[in-house]
Structures are given as C-alpha cells and as structure tokens.
C-alpha cells in the first residue's frame, strides 16, 4: 500500500504532542484550535470506511449546540446513519496516535478490516457557519485526498442535509435527488399535499416563530421558504446575521434554561420554536396570557407524532407495531403517557441518537426522541399509500429539525389542534438541569441506560436517599460525551423540590468525584 501522500500531508496537519480525545456522543468535539489533525484524520478514516463499504461516506464539520468557538466531525455512514461502534473505536485510535506512528495505525485497521485499496473511494463533506470550519473542512479534503478519494464539499448545509445527500447517493436517487434544492422540494411537497386537506388555518395559525440559534438552520430556512408558498409564515428571528451562534438562544438554551431565547419578539399565545447551531434538534414553546412559559420538548414531539402515526395505522386497518424510543432524560409523565394512555410501547437507550435510532429500527415503525429534541421517525418497514407524503417529509437518516418542523406543523394542521391543546396533552413533572466540573468526568460509569451510576462509589447510593426524600421524584448523573462536564438530571413533584434535589445530587457528585472550583451553589 502507497501511503506516500499521507505521510507528506499529514505533516502539514501535525497532531499536538499528548493531546488525546474521544469519539463522543456525536463524534469529536473540543475547541477548534486542536481540531485540525483530527479533520485531517479523519478525512483518512472516511475514506478507508467509503472503500470499505463500497459506498459514500459523509463527514460533517460542526459543534451543533457547543459555543462558537468549539467545533467538531460526525461521520455519516452510507445509510445516513451514525457511523457503527467499531468504527468509533478507529476514529479515536487514529485521533490519538503520535505522528510517528500513524501509518503503522492506518495499515493496521486496513489489515484488521481487509480493505481493498484499489477500491474507488467518495466523500460528501459539509459545515455549519462557525468561523473554523473553513479551514478544518479543507483539512478534511486533504486528508481524503491523500488516500486518492474523491470528496464532494456540499460547503454549508444542515447536518441532516448532509445525512440525506449520503442516503440519496446510496439508493441512487430513490431516497431522493442529493441536492440542497432536492431537499427543499422533496420536503415542500410532501407538506403541501399533505397539509392541503388540513381544516382551514387562520393566517394566525400558519405563523410559526422560528427561532435560527444563529446558525445554519437559519440560513437553511430563509433558503427554504419560498417552497413551502406561504402556507406556512416563517418567521425567522436569530437569523445569524449579527448575533452569536448558541448564544442566549437556540434548542439547548431554551430546553435547559426553560425560557425563551433572547432576541425573539414573541406574543401571547404565539407558537414559537428553536434550532440548534447545525439544525438537528427542534423545540416548540408559547407563553401564556400570564406571561407564563411551556415548553414543548422532545418527549411532547414524540407523543404527538406517535399519536398521529397510530391514529393512521387504525384507519388504514394496518397492524403494524408501533414503538417510542426515549432516554434517561424522558420527563416521567411522557413515559406514564405513552404507556398507560396510548398503549405504545416504550424503551429507554442511552444519550445519544445513535443508541435510538438502533433501537427504533427493531419495529414497524419507531419514533424516537431525546428530550432535547434530536429526534425522527424510523424504520416505516411496510410504508403503505396512506402513508406515503408523511413518510416523505420525515428525513428518516437522523433527526432534522426542519423536516420535523413540516411534520409537526402537519399533524397540529390535519388534526385541527394549537399548540396549547397539543401542550395539554400531559403535564410535565418539574424537572432540572445542572452541569458540575470535576477533574476527569470518567470516573463516573453508568448502567441501565445510565440511569444507574456504577462508580464512584457510594454515589449511586447517595442518589437514591436524597431522591427518597421528595415526591415522584428521580435523578441520574452523567459524563457528557460533548462537553467536559458530568450532566446531573433531577424532577420531582415541584420545581423547589427539582431544583433542591439536583443541587444535592450535584453536591454529591462534587464530593465524590473530585470537584473542580467552588461547591455548586443553590
Ligand atoms: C449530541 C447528540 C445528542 C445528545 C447531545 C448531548 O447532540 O447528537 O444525541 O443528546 O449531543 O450529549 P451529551 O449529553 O453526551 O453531551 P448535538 O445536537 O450537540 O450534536
């Protein structure tokens, strides 16, 4: 094998000696100043994967919800999933291996996994709108490159655009045509058709806040609108033309903070909703004649699409299984919901789609959807006519916070509900959100879908005596895969009550794993 190239190229893309990180829970993500090698690497890896698979690969330039100044790479597998757990492993094997020794890395996992080197290899590559991912992107060109693949740089598109482009390459087109405007109208479409039969929409109605996070999602949007013909009202706010990706705005804020993002103009009752910064993640709010704030998360998504999903099933006489997959991070009422009142099955993952969109494919149809909103509908094994448009609006390779947008949009439409009666659906518990640094989060394992802490010890235990105290209450630590802190999650029955539980948990986490800085204050 020739790995001239990668030899002389590697050097322009040095890895900083010591540095070590991880394939985390959406690939690698740290600041964009010791990103550069990793690009480069994994620029090499996609090829590898591409000849391997005899398929294109895609690899993706984003940080998603970090700051600005974070970036980071998720691989796209030839299906538009997430790249598998194997593979993971030889991403951070080749991430961390000294210079000196990375073509001896490179060979190995060519031996390992046999691949044919003489095999063409392809590339989609695409980035978000942060500052680095110019110069990180072309690290990923170089890398592929060397290795004699070929890359298309789709330059900036949403994360899932980048997903479906892969998909549309590997089913030749019948996933649809790999292009931006492909999207738009592969989506638009199915939206029309499907919303043309909808009860008739106030132009109240069809005005949906939306808010950009500052990011691709926003760009991606104002592209969009035209094809959707004004039956639905974009109104875009934090647009990216002047504020700061993620900053006070955005999905994650919105979901942690539990209030609406700065720089949107909302009115009483108005239906409103967040991206994320590479636009995989959506959430829904209102607030209310009290100028009280509801959040509609990814638990509330998941109920409203199951809920229309099933009602389908029964009018079109199909017994197809139908199932939600969810995380730790599932608000108990949605679970009690789901199970209890619509009689869907219900299973629980780890953080991460990965995780659920492989448990979603063991049924008919699976949706699945992180509270935080990053979610789809997937494996539509047996899709029938009557579900035909919906299954075309949903990007069914990862989740797409526009595409899901359309679909909710629709059912709110087709089923003749506000936002507030879809809001009434269940009540949340209250619940809490907290980040706690300490100085190596590994020290925290997890078990049963990390709702069960392992290590260190005695801190589980800790858990379940202060979670004893309150009422309907449960709480579960994490190390972040995206971020360097341990995530502590608490809900009981009051918000005092959350609040006061997941500042103890946090305090617990501080003693026993080794707390950085002050003690969490309440
Ligand atoms: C990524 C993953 C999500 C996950 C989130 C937080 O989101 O794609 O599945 O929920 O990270 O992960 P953690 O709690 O491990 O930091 P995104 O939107 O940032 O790519």
């Not at 072309?138 to 592929?144: C, E, F, K, N, P």
């Not at 996070?213 to 934090?238: D, T, W, Y």
């Not at 809900?491 to 003693?511: F, G, I, K, P």
Request: hydrophobic letters at 35%.
């Amino acid at each position: 094998i020739d790995l001239r190239e990668v030899s002389q190229k590697s050097k322009l893309h040095p890895k900083p000696e010591g540095l070590a990180l991880q394939y985390g829970t959406a690939g690698f993500r740290t600041d964009a100043k010791h990103l550069d090698h990793i690009m480069f690497r994994m620029g090499l890896l996609a090829t590898l994967r591409s000849k391997k698979t005899k398929s294109t690969i895609g690899v993706m330039v984003t940080a998603s919800h970090n700051p600005e100044e974070d970036n980071g790479v998720k691989l796209i597998d030839p299906m538009g999933e997430m790249v598998t757990a194997v593979w993971e492993g030889y991403a951070t094997q080749l991430a961390n291996t000294e210079q000196d020794s990375l073509l001896k890395e490179l060979k190995d996992i060519i031996e390992k996994e046999d691949i044919d080197m003489s095999e063409p290899a392809s590339i989609y590559v695409g980035k978000d709108t942060r500052p680095s991912g110019a110069s990180l992107s072309r690290a990923v060109l170089d890398g592929v490159s060397s290795l004699g693949g070929k890359t298309h740089d789709y330059g900036l598109v949403t994360t899932p655009q980048l997903h479906y482009m892969v998909c549309c390459c590997n089913t030749h087109g019948c996933y649809g045509s790999p292009t931006v405007e492909g999207y738009y109208q592969k989506l638009s479409q199915a939206f029309l058709q499907l919303t043309q039969n909808a009860s008739n929409r106030t132009d109240d109605q069809k005005r949906l806040l939306v808010d950009g996070a500052n990011g691709i999602g926003a760009l991606k949007m104002r592209e969009m609108e035209p094809f959707l013909r004004s039956k639905l009202q974009v109104v875009l706010s934090n647009d990216s033309s002047s504020g700061k990706l993620n900053h006070m705005c955005g999905a994650d804020y919105v979901k942690v903070q539990q209030k609406a993002p700065q720089g949107m103009n909302m009115g009483v009752g108005e239906c409103c909703c967040s991206f994320d910064g590479d636009a995989d993640r959506i959430v829904y709010y209102y607030t209310d004649s009290k100028g009280c704030f509801h959040l509609l998360d990814g638990d509330k998504i998941a109920t409203l699409i199951s809920t229309y999903l099933k009602e389908l099933l029964t009018q079109a006489g199909l017994n197809l299984q139908i199932a939600v997959v969810q995380t730790a991070y599932a608000n108990g009422s949605s679970t009690r919901y789901l199970e209890d009142v619509m009689k869907v099955a219900v299973c629980c993952t780890k953080t991460g789609v990965k995780h659920l969109h492989h448990a979603a494919q063991e049924y008919d149809i699976g949706v699945y959807f992180e509270a935080n909103g990053h979610g789809t509908v997937s494996s539509l094994k047996r899709a029938v006519k009557l579900l035909e448009s919906t299954i075309n609006l949903i990007n069914q390779t990862v989740g797409d916070a526009i595409s899901d947008m359309l679909v909710i949009e629709t059912v709110l439409a087709i089923r003749g509900m506000s936002v507030q009666d879809w809001h009434a659906i269940y009540t949340d518990l209250p619940n809490r959100q907290l980040k706690v640094t300490v100085s190596d989060r590994r020290v925290i394992d997890t078990t049963d879908a990390e709702r069960r802490a392992v290590t260190p010890e005695g801190l589980q235990d800790a858990i379940d005596s202060l979670v004893k105290k309150y009422k309907t209450a449960r709480s579960f630590v994490r190390p972040s895969g995206t971020e360097d802190v341990v995530r502590v999650y608490a809900e009981a029955d009051t918000q005092e009550n959350a609040d006061r539980l997941a500042h103890e948990v946090s305090l617990a986490v501080y003693r026993l794993a080794e707390g950085v800085g002050d003690e969490p204050k309440p």
